[in-house]
């Protein structure tokens, strides 16, 4: 299997940036789910996501291309998890 090597830039002076679109999921279970709309943990791990690929110092761009949010639904099965199952149909687009 042969290497891949990132593409130098003009002046030498290493690889050029990449720009990487990201999906943010984002689910919350049933037992922890409050009731009534949005849950707060749903809000906060928003938030702990975007503030994680802001913070990303390696050069390169992170675009938030989508998010995809299963609020009070187990991650035990794929079952109800449409957020989940919408983020695998863009991966794979």
Do not use: C
Not at 11 to 30: C, F, H, K, N, Q
Not at 40 to 58: G, P
């Amino acid at each position: 299997m042969g290497r891949k090597r990132r593409v130098q830039n003009s002046a030498g002076a290493g690889p050029l940036p990449r720009t990487w679109r990201v999906g943010l999921y984002i689910r919350l279970s049933r037992e922890d789910a409050h009731s009534g709309g949005e849950s707060e943990s749903v809000a906060n791990q928003r938030a702990i996501l975007l503030e994680h690929i802001a913070n990303l110092k390696d050069g390169d761009a992170y675009i938030a291309a989508g998010e995809y949010v299963d609020d009070g639904v187990s991650g035990a099965t794929d079952d109800g998890r449409e957020g989940f199952l919408a983020l695998l149909e863009d991966i794979r687009r």
